[in-house]
């Protein structure tokens, strides 16, 4: 692995099913995350996925990648157009930089309408002989 | 009070306000918060359901909890927040007098020190970090407010949680206009027409031209400068003498961009728009149309052509490809 390497694409079809149970299962009862009345009220066009979900779904996207012995150090998202129900978000990502043990990965979330997340993953990677991808 | 002074005043309150709004940073956000379960295997295992996440080490009897967990065992569900400074609260409900009423997070930065693992107890602390001047955002104007949590397991420190929201007033969202019918080749999303050109005395001829499928370009009668769009001076030579030249329809692409984000009602992203260089040597903005939005590129032969947007509405575009 080298700076410059592309992780492979993941798709994540955005089901209200997503929005909400990630929500719930981040604890997180903003009702712009479950009520779509309540969302549109608050002039959003429907209910949008929180912060934490789309969090948890970087952070799987760079484990998933790198494997079981991968560690996150630091995950640092910006969010920018929402995650509404019925678009889907694609993951990518690039190695930015490898310092001994540690990548620095940016990561980009893109859907239907423009940029949802942008951010930059810190993790450790499994030393040689522990099992990992690539 | 008369307009100036109420504009004056105006201002006054927002600096008072971003005065008050300064006060607060660096005073805590939560004191002494315990996060209300300890870290545990069935809300770790309904947070990896919810995510797709099947990452065998958050699963059996080494487990450890999803780091990005992390601000999860620190919220307050149902109930409510524990820990809450009244500096915290005071802020907020500053900013929700202030009508910035409405909230949505933006950034999260989060440092992993240690795992957490199922029995951990959970405490933690944080400070207001910053909170911004006044900005204007597409969802509308407000302030940001920046957090830091220090999060502890045991007492020993586990991560910190850096966090952004935009406290905001919504902007008003575009009023839709009624349905009309039309031609599907030309009304893309349906309910929505396109903008309405402003047609004032200095630009009348231009429209009227257009609407006998004639592109006017306008000429000085002093110096026979071109010009496009129209305009009641000379930009050479100040004369405000002018007579027309009708282009012969034929241009290249000068530049372009492809329009991704935001989109508009009356358009469908993404859609290329093309700066045209005409024979004549004079450029407009239009649509390049006929060419897939990707396939557009500079120094692309392009014909005029006339684009019938509406029952009321026909503009000037160029179709990719020279005269055939």
């Given at each position: 692995?080298?700076?410059?390497?592309?992780?492979?694409?993941?798709?994540?079809?955005?089901?209200?099913?997503?929005?909400?149970?990630?929500?719930?299962?981040?604890?997180?009862?903003?009702?712009?995350?479950?009520?779509?009345?309540?969302?549109?009220?608050?002039?959003?066009?429907?209910?949008?996925?929180?912060?934490?979900?789309?969090?948890?779904?970087?952070?799987?996207?760079?484990?998933?990648?790198?494997?079981?012995?991968?560690?996150?150090?630091?995950?640092?998202?910006?969010?920018?157009?929402?995650?509404?129900?019925?678009?889907?978000?694609?993951?990518?990502?690039?190695?930015?930089?490898?310092?001994?043990?540690?990548?620095?990965?940016?990561?980009?979330?893109?859907?239907?309408?423009?940029?949802?997340?942008?951010?930059?993953?810190?993790?450790?990677?499994?030393?040689?002989?522990?099992?990992?991808?690539? | 009070?008369?307009?100036?002074?109420?504009?004056?005043?105006?201002?006054?309150?927002?600096?008072?306000?971003?005065?008050?709004?300064?006060?607060?940073?660096?005073?805590?956000?939560?004191?002494?918060?315990?996060?209300?379960?300890?870290?545990?295997?069935?809300?770790?295992?309904?947070?990896?359901?919810?995510?797709?996440?099947?990452?065998?080490?958050?699963?059996?009897?080494?487990?450890?909890?999803?780091?990005?967990?992390?601000?999860?065992?620190?919220?307050?569900?149902?109930?409510?927040?524990?820990?809450?400074?009244?500096?915290?609260?005071?802020?907020?409900?500053?900013?929700?007098?202030?009508?910035?009423?409405?909230?949505?997070?933006?950034?999260?930065?989060?440092?992993?020190?240690?795992?957490?693992?199922?029995?951990?107890?959970?405490?933690?602390?944080a400070v207001i970090e910053s909170v911004s001047e006044r900005k204007r955002t597409r969802l509308g104007t407000?302030?940001?407010?920046?957090?830091?949590?220090?999060?502890?397991?045991?007492?020993?420190?586990?991560?910190?949680?850096?966090?952004?929201?935009?406290?905001?007033?919504?902007?008003?969202?575009?009023?839709?206009?009624?349905?009309?019918?039309?031609?599907?080749?030309?009304?893309?999303?349906?309910?929505?027409?396109?903008?309405?050109?402003?047609?004032?005395?200095?630009?009348?001829?231009?429209?009227?031209?257009?609407?006998?499928?004639?592109?006017?370009?306008?000429?000085?009668?002093?110096?026979?400068?071109?010009?496009?769009?129209?305009?009641?001076?000379?930009?050479?030579?100040?004369?405000?003498?002018?007579?027309?030249?009708?282009?012969?329809?034929?241009?290249?692409?000068?530049?372009?961009?492809?329009?991704?984000?935001?989109?508009?009602?009356?358009?469908?992203?993404?859609?290329?728009?093309?700066?045209?260089?005409?024979?004549?040597?004079?450029?407009?903005?239009?649509?390049?149309?006929?060419?897939?939005?990707?396939?557009?590129?500079?120094?692309?032969?392009?014909?005029?052509?006339?684009?019938?947007?509406?029952?009321?509405?026909?503009?000037?575009?160029?179709?990719?490809?020279?005269?055939?």
């Amino acid at each position: 692995m080298k700076a410059g390497d592309e992780l492979p694409p993941l798709e994540i079809p955005i089901t209200r099913t997503l929005i909400v149970a990630g929500a719930v299962a981040s604890r997180d009862y903003q009702d712009v995350h479950h009520d779509a009345e309540l969302a549109r009220a608050k002039g959003s066009p429907d209910i949008f996925m929180n912060i934490l979900t789309t969090n948890g779904l970087v952070g799987r996207y760079i484990t998933d990648h790198f494997g079981p012995a991968a560690v996150l150090r630091k995950v640092a998202i910006r969010l920018g157009a929402p995650n509404h129900p019925g678009d889907t978000m694609t993951l990518t990502g690039t190695v930015t930089d490898i310092d001994g043990d540690t990548a620095r990965v940016r990561v980009v979330g893109a859907n239907g309408l423009g940029r949802h997340v942008t951010g930059t993953v810190t993790v450790l990677l499994p030393g040689p002989g522990e099992k990992g991808a690539s | 009070m008369n307009d100036e002074g109420a504009a004056v005043n105006h201002e006054g309150a927002a600096h008072d306000l971003d005065a008050r709004l300064k006060a607060y940073e660096g005073r805590a956000a939560a004191r002494a918060g315990i996060g209300k379960d300890r870290v545990n295997e069935p809300m770790i295992r309904h947070w990896c359901e919810a995510m797709g996440d099947t990452n065998p080490a958050y699963e059996g009897p080494d487990a450890v909890a999803p780091p990005t967990m992390l601000q999860a065992w620190t919220m307050g569900g149902l109930s409510g927040h524990t820990g809450r400074s009244e500096a915290y609260d005071e802020l907020l409900a500053l900013l929700d007098g202030a009508g910035y009423t409405s909230v949505v997070a933006t950034d999260c930065e989060q440092e992993y020190l240690r795992p957490l693992r199922p029995g951990d107890a959970i405490t933690f602390d944080a400070v207001i970090e910053s909170v911004s001047e006044r900005k204007r955002t597409r969802l509308g104007t407000g302030h940001f407010v920046t957090t830091r949590m220090d999060i502890r397991a045991g007492g020993e420190p586990a991560g910190t949680h850096r966090f952004r929201i935009l406290k905001y007033a919504p902007a008003a969202r575009p009023r839709r206009e009624p349905e009309t019918a039309r031609d599907p080749e030309t009304a893309r999303t349906p309910g929505t027409r396109r903008p309405r050109p402003v047609i004032n005395r200095d630009n009348a001829g231009f429209w009227e031209a257009v609407a006998e499928h004639r592109l006017l370009i306008q000429r000085c009668e002093a110096c026979a400068a071109l010009r496009l769009p129209w305009l009641p001076g000379c930009n050479a030579c100040g004369s405000q003498r002018w007579d027309t030249v009708e282009a012969c329809g034929s241009g290249t692409v000068f530049s372009y961009v492809v329009m991704h984000h935001p989109p508009f009602p009356a358009f469908d992203p993404p859609y290329a728009v093309g700066l045209v260089e005409l024979a004549e040597g004079v450029r407009m903005v239009s649509n390049v149309i006929g060419v897939p939005y990707d396939k557009v590129r500079i120094g692309m032969p392009v014909t005029l052509t006339f684009l019938r947007v509406d029952e009321e509405l026909e503009l000037p575009v160029f179709r990719a490809g020279g005269d055939d």
